[in-house]
């Protein structure tokens, strides 16, 4: 039982993380941050890299999986000598585990969103394709 509730504590806290990382990251002192020490390219493609990730169908699919895994779990409850209830306890945290996953799409454009805002604050088009000037970093300049 008290597995049960470290489990349940620790699905909570995953779901709660991608929860707060739509709602807080970056801030703008941390995207302004990354874009001093790797430069404007860096920013932009950390952006680019999370819209993709951002229309990818893969948390879907492992919702799926989990839930047909849950569904069979449940489906053997006399096997586990275990009461139905009993089971549908063990399986909560899996219940947060797979919305943690079907939010992470959404939280994503959210944080690409935000990131878009930002370089628009600074003065770049954030839908101009940045290779018409420097990154802002000195790795060109060491590489001449």
Do not use: C, N, Q
């Not at 003065?123 to 060491?142: F, L, N």
């Amino acid at each position: 039982m008290v597995t049960g509730a470290i489990a349940i504590i620790l699905g909570a806290l995953t779901l709660a993380t991608v929860e707060g990382m739509g709602k807080f990251y970056p801030a703008r002192r941390t995207w302004l941050r990354i874009r001093s020490r790797h430069g404007r390219r860096a920013a932009r493609a950390m952006r680019v890299r999370i819209e993709a990730v951002a229309d990818r169908r893969t948390p879907r699919s492992l919702v799926v999986v989990l839930v047909v895994l849950v569904v069979g779990w449940v489906a053997s409850a006399s096997l586990l000598d275990k009461r139905w209830w009993e089971v549908v306890l063990d399986v909560l945290p899996y219940v947060f585990v797979g919305i943690a996953f079907l939010r992470i799409p959404a939280v994503l454009r959210k944080v690409a969103d935000r990131m878009r805002g930002y370089e628009r604050d600074v003065g770049e088009d954030p839908d101009k394709d940045i290779d018409d000037g420097d990154d802002g970093g000195v790795a060109a300049e060491i590489a001449l």
